[in-house]
């Protein structure tokens, strides 16, 4: 800001919402735009949008939140185009306000923006209910009202919009549920911050990231050289986890999965090319990831199992029953890599804390849990994060509700410990499998059984690395 003239980023800011606001309006002509208006900058933004598309033939009504404190530069430039402003809260007003709110094509929320604290008060929610009960479109400016731009926290009331115009950067609360939830398509709009940012604190991976991360073998690979993956998973009980954990560590670029525990005959069955042993994984042979916990129940031999592949020297993938068996202080004294792979339940049992508040709090969470393991954590749900101490957060950008099935974070755990014993770093593999996984979700036909995530890969695989 200290570099340009006075106004210039707003300027940029308004020009590039009003575009935007314009080709979901599919024109300007004889629409008709209402600007919740509250009395910081992201308010100066909305107003100054709003005059543009005045200008260009739009009705404007802003409906004023603090009439003494709008942003005067924007609320004159809006008068002088022919807008109309109204004060919320004056009984005078309030009907006009809530009838321009119902009758708008577009409202567009201009409450608050970086600079907003708690969810919205009171009378700022009002109008928050009220866009969520019009017909028109709700566009949010730089993000949702109400929602925390740094963690992706709701603390309380906050604007539901169907498409979100922000400025110079991503902010994590628009990647992040339950803010992202709030947040509908996002737009970003470069307006020059790019070579004044500071290193992100979140980060997400895109296809060709992805593609450069991809294990490929070459022309020297044999199956050792590209790793072996063991899976130590499923029980009497679950023979089923063991043939989904091995279904997705076959499509996770690993030369051979070996298969350690009683669901040998199930794996078999369906997977001729695994390796299976039936001694406990110390006697296994030699591997370069293992992968332990799915399905496979609390017993002594579960407990011996993951007691020793953490004892092991190799990095390792621990999932589902292997969470709750594992001694933390093993972990933390591991040498080799970690991966903890928890649901929000699961994370919350580590942690000694709410489900709801691990949910409500993704991103807190998620760090605290790779301090107190000294491990890398991939976080799954609604949203995917992974994370490792001194390093951005990963947001997983891929993924459906869909899937939310029994068995998807068996095919998850094996893919992930398959790309740990190609070679890749415990970050980037937790990263990758969340892709490839979350993509695999969003191709699979609906509604999907697990087994058909691991059929899915290898399609998902092609789609972001083309020459593969
Ligand atoms: N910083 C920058 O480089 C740029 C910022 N811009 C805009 O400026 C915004 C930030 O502006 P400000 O720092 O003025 O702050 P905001 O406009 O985000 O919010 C501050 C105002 O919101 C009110 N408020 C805070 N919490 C509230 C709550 N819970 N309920 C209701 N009202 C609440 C405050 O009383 C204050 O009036 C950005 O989000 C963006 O829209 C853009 O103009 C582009 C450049
Ligand atoms: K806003």
């Not at 949008?49 to 404007?60: E, H, I, N, P, W």
């Not at 023979?239 to 070996?258: D, Q, S």
């Not at 799954?380 to 939310?404: C, D, F, H, M, Y």
Request: net charge neutral; with cysteine; glycine share 12%.
């Amino acid at each position: 800001m200290s570099r340009l003239p006075p106004g210039t980023l707003m300027q940029r800011a308004a020009a590039g919402l009003a575009a935007a606001c314009g080709t979901l309006m599919h024109g300007t002509y004889s629409r008709r735009l209402t600007v919740l208006t509250g009395s910081g900058d992201n308010g100066g933004d909305a107003l100054y949008a709003a005059a543009r598309l005045a200008r260009r033939g739009a009705g404007v009504t802003a409906v004023l939140l603090n009439p003494e404190r709008a942003h005067p530069g924007g609320l004159a430039a809006l008068r002088r185009a022919g807008g109309r402003a109204l004060t919320a809260d004056t009984p005078a007003d309030a009907k006009d306000a809530d009838a321009a709110i119902a009758n708008a094509h577009l409202v567009l929320d201009g409450i608050v923006g970086i600079g907003g604290t708690g969810g919205l008060r009171p009378a700022a929610a009002h109008l928050a209910h009220a866009a969520h009960q019009a017909r028109a479109s709700v566009v949010a400016v730089d993000l949702p009202s109400g929602i925390v731009a740094d963690t992706g926290e709701v603390p309380g009331e906050a604007v539901r919009a169907d498409a979100t115009v922000t400025f110079g950067t991503y902010k994590p609360g628009l990647l992040i549920d339950p803010a992202a939830e709030h947040a509908g398509a996002l737009r970003l709009i470069d307006i020059g911050l790019g070579p004044y940012l500071p290193d992100p604190e979140l980060e997400a991976l895109q296809h060709s990231d992805v593609a450069a991360l991809l294990p490929t073998p070459s022309g020297e690979s044999d199956k050792y050289r590209r790793g072996v993956v063991g899976v130590v998973a499923g029980s009497e009980r679950y023979p089923g986890a063991a043939v989904l954990a091995v279904g997705g560590a076959l499509r996770g670029g690993a030369g051979a999965v070996r298969y350690v525990g009683p669901g040998a005959a199930a794996v078999i069955a369906r997977y001729p090319e695994t390796l299976v042993s039936a001694g406990p994984p110390a006697k296994a042979g030699r591997v370069q990831a293992w992968v332990v916990g799915p399905g496979l129940g609390d017993d002594r031999a579960a407990r011996q199992a993951v007691e020793q592949v953490l004892a092991s020297d190799v990095p390792v993938l621990v999932d589902a029953d292997g969470l709750r068996l594992a001694d933390r202080e093993q972990i933390r004294r591991r040498t080799s890599p970690t991966v903890l792979t928890p649901h929000a339940g699961e994370a919350a049992a580590l942690l000694s804390a709410d489900r709801a508040d691990v949910e409500a709090a993704r991103l807190a969470h998620v760090t605290r849990l790779a301090a107190a393991y000294d491990a890398t954590v991939l976080l799954k749900g609604s949203t995917t994060l992974i994370a490792e101490q001194g390093r951005p957060v990963r947001v997983n950008p891929t993924g459906t509700a869909w899937l939310s099935t029994a068995g998807s974070g068996d095919v998850l755990s094996g893919l992930t410990g398959s790309l740990l014993a190609a070679g890749l770093a415990a970050r980037d593999a937790a990263s990758v499998g969340a892709y490839l996984h979350g993509l695999a979700g969003r191709e699979a036909p609906v509604p999907f059984g697990a087994h058909e995530l691991a059929d899915r890969i290898p399609q998902v695989w092609r789609s972001v690395h083309p020459r593969t």
